[in-house]
């Protein structure tokens, strides 16, 4: 069983920069992709970036791109999400998840297990 836990959240100033961290404990595999995803209140829960295991492509958001880095040290099986020039619509609960790839990173259906998310708020 994958279990996934979120840290590294919080509430920052416009223009400030957070690292969020994602513990994956259990088996992953090369096919799989590992992503963030965020859900604003009242909004629909959308992918913000992916990497894939097997070959490190890494899909982010429009809205994030040139901003956000995602990148992941397998030696500790962390997930990372580096976030620089935050805005106050970057806003959200932010969700680790992980899955076999099933060629649409942004689709969160496409995705078995998931952490219990961490609290982003940017401030103006």
């Known amino acids: 069983q994958v279990q996934l836990v979120e840290s590294g959240g919080g509430s920052v100033q416009a223009g400030e920069s957070l690292r969020l961290s994602c513990a994956v404990s259990?088996?992953?595999?090369?096919?799989?992709?590992m992503a963030w995803f965020r859900q604003a209140v009242g909004k629909e829960r959308e992918g913000v970036a992916a990497?894939?295991?097997?070959?490190?492509?890494?899909h982010y958001l429009d809205s994030v791109d040139g901003r956000f880095t995602i990148s992941r040290d397998a030696a500790s099986n962390t997930l990372y999400l580096q976030m620089n020039n935050l805005k106050p619509e970057d806003t959200a609960v932010y969700y680790c998840?992980?899955?076999?790839?099933?060629?649409?990173?942004?689709?969160?259906?496409?995705?078995?297990?998931w952490g219990q998310g961490t609290q982003v708020t940017v401030s103006s």
């Open positions: 259990g088996k992953i595999y090369i096919n799989y992709d």
């Open positions: 990497i894939y295991l097997g070959g490190g492509s890494r």
């Open positions: 998840a992980t899955g076999p790839s099933s060629g649409n990173w942004h689709v969160a259906s496409g995705y078995v297990y």
